[in-house]
């Protein structure tokens, strides 16, 4: 039948989505040819490494972070998962260990939210590419997120992970520029696609592993320090975090966007 | 090869981009079986007839406004495409001129946020159908709008259509309500995918036709009336479109989401 909207195809979206986990999204494209080596810059404590690493056994991947107890868990994570493809080094992204044009593809996921100068460490690392090689980007937004019920309270207290991130240094609004950054850093052939999660009702394992488990809990994550920091009082923010959990009734509806782009080094 | 950044995938992506209008986006996933008999309630001036219609040349529309005028210039706008299987009629849907369980399917879109009772609308529209019916609902959200570089003036612009349109009974942010919506209002098998348009210097199609003269066009049809009803000072509102457009720049990324859902009527 022509109508598109048939039982089976929405039943099938649905298990779809349930399946689907945040890393099956961030990463479903990615997939690297045999015999490249990638370098996978900020590994951080490991938690894309082993995904990425699965997605493209023939490839080789160097893994590297500033933090050496960073590089320790990520070593103890892709070694539980018996993945072997995988060098993890302790590095700087602003100092790197290698020779100019020494790989093949770069992949940078949720760093550049953390660092202020965000263009300088692309040009670090597209000079670290062979000619014709690809950087890809993931990074979040957090000003992406909106949700049902409204709630000024709860927009709050992802202000306060806002302005502490950017007290730091870094900008958790950054998905949105995923685009110019990579321009701006010299890449070639830009291409930047939205990767929307959408959660209602009928979603229940990205309501439980994305708005409960993911976001709100990185939201309420910060009390402590906002707090400290005067960003906000205890009672405004804990109403802020009860109205993400709102959210998550059955006439609940919460949204974020994360942004990947790739970008590739002039031939 | 196996990765599927290629330069051929990229380059026919951008094609689409740049070929894909709103219209694309919003109806290519809509197409009625031959036979069917499908109400679009609240054509208004006819923007989706046309492209309704044309996506199932072998169904029957029957297109409702509570407005004449705008039924009028629905017609015109028919007859100048050769569309034969519409018929236009004025009809409020508070008060529809049908039999119970008239229709196989029902459209509605870009109404319910002008409805200070969308459910009841619904609900309305459900009596409309025939058993194991859909109703297919679009509407956009004013609150998913976000954009590089970042502008407080740019947000107070929009958040005046939003005032406007909620004094006037409406809803600039229902988008992301229309699965509980349409939980509320009865039907079943609800499931609503978020439509995102995302912008930046690669899709200059969607710049333009979105960015300038979609998106920002629309704010600034409100100047006149935000201004009199005291929502904004002229100068403040002038630098919130001046921002808007700034976002259309070689660096600049606009950011907007479209949300529809599908219900049944229970069999």
Known sequence: M???????????????????????????DTAYPAGSLVLEAGCGVGAQTVTLAQHSP????????????????????VEAAGVTNVELRQADIFALPFEAHSFDHVFVCFVLEHLSQPVEALTILKGALKPGGTITVIEGDHGSTYFHPDSAAAHDAIRCQIDLQ???GGDSNIGRQVYPLLVEAGLEAVHVRPLMVYVD??????????TRKTFTAM?????????????IDPERFDTGIRDLYRTTEADGVFCYTFFKGVGVRAA
């Open 58 to 77: 023939q490839a080789r991947f160097v893994s590297i972070d500033v933090e050496a107890d960073s590089v320790a868990a990520a070593r103890r994570r």
């Open 201 to 210: 009702a009928s979603r229940p394992a990205l309501v439980d592993g994305f």
């Open 166 to 168: 950017r007290a730091a």
């Open 219 to 231: 939201i309420e994550g910060v009390r402590e320090d906002a707090i400290a920091a005067g960003l």
């Open 2 to 28: 022509a109508y598109v909207h048939g039982y089976d195809e929405r039943a099938n979206e649905r298990l779809h989505d349930q399946a689907r986990t945040l890393v099956d999204l961030l990463h479903d």
